[in-house]
């Protein structure tokens, strides 16, 4: 399978781009970034700007992928300080990749959607189906991104389909999430020995690790179009508070410095987001399961976030 994948030099394409590679997918990068250390180097890189379109047509029309996977965005966080370049790489991104998918033939366009997408006052559990009133412009972005892929599937034929993304966790490099602070207890707990969180201890959203969320996407991405009643589901697996993050850090790491000094703004997008999702749809439909708890993750995470540091040294991620 030919898949073109855009942003794939973020926190989810560094753990995604092997797997594809091993399992026998043809895969090229489209990406701002230059192409990372230990990208597999069957994967041909090439860099670009989302945000326009003749460079994503120019890829897409020599390369003729079945499959695009649309990583690339600027997260809740970061956005929030660019919102005008936001909303550029987000929205006029997302419009671009559809076109090029529309005028090059391609089969599906896989969207990656978030917990950002929902905004403050629902009762928990979430459900797929709830107003979508987002008060970031990560989570705006994403919400038009949706109903576009909906349209291009309705107008054009384009297999359009994605999950809503909780916060991700692994040994990678996070990218301006609002969710980071769970990923930087790990890292900066083991490299620094603390770290402070920038989040209430009570804070608390949905949370996944990444296999978990790399095997949402490849079954997602290979389910019959048949078993699919809508294009966009939500999927979950945990929803710790950060106080009970920061006991599985300190459970593994004797002695680590977990504190809290909660930013205003960053906690005010935190308490915008549900606490809890129900993906009792992805569940029925596709056989979503999450695999990781809280325990397992950590244990499984550990080893590979002294690896990162092993390998980074100084390079490895900086505080949130
Ligand atoms: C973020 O924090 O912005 C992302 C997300 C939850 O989509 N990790």
């Not at 006991?247 to 002695?255: E, K, M, N, Y």
Request: glycine share 10%; charged share 20%; net charge negative.
């Amino acid at each position: 399978m030919k898949i073109l994948i855009t942003g794939a030099g973020g926190q989810i394409g560094t753990d995604l781009l092997p797997i594809l590679v091993g399992r026998g997918d043809d895969v090229a990068v489209f990406d701002l970034a230059p192409r990372p250390e230990g990208c597999p180097a069957e994967v041909e890189w090439v860099r670009g700007d989302i945000t326009y379109a003749e460079e994503i047509n120019t890829l897409t029309a020599r390369f003729r992928p079945h499959r695009i996977m649309h990583l690339a965005a600027i997260l809740s966080a970061a956005g929030e300080g660019i919102p005008h370049r936001a909303y550029r790489i987000n929205m006029d991104g997302t419009r671009n990749v559809l076109e090029a998918a529309r005028l090059f033939g391609v089969e599906q366009v896989f969207f990656t959607s978030t917990i950002a997408a929902f905004g403050p006052g629902l009762t928990s559990p979430v459900g797929d189906d709830v107003p979508l009133r987002p008060t970031t412009m990560y989570g705006i972005t994403k919400v038009a991104g949706e109903l576009l892929g909906e349209y291009y599937e309705a107008n054009f034929g384009i297999d359009f389909r994605g999950v809503r993304f909780p916060g991700l966790i692994n040994a990678g490099i996070p990218g301006g999430g609002t969710s980071d602070y769970a990923l930087f207890m790990y890292v900066d707990g083991m490299r620094s020995g603390g770290y402070e969180s920038f989040c209430r201890p009570d804070a608390v959203i949905p949370f996944m690790y990444m296999p978990d969320a790399i095997r949402a996407m490849l079954e997602l991405m290979d389910a019959p179009k048949a078993d699919l009643g809508r294009s966009i589901y939500n999927i979950a697996a945990i929803s710790p508070t950060a106080d009970e993050i920061a006991d599985a850090v300190r459970a593994r790491i004797p002695g680590v410095d977990l504190t809290f000094a909660p930013d205003p703004a960053r906690q005010a997008i935190l308490d915008s987001w549900p606490d809890v999702l129900d993906d009792s749809n992805a569940r029925n439909d596709w056989g979503w399961n999450h695999e990781f708890d809280l325990e397992a993750m950590s244990d499984d995470l550990m080893p590979k976030v002294k690896a990162l540091i092993d390998a980074q040294g100084e390079n490895a991620p900086a505080h949130a």
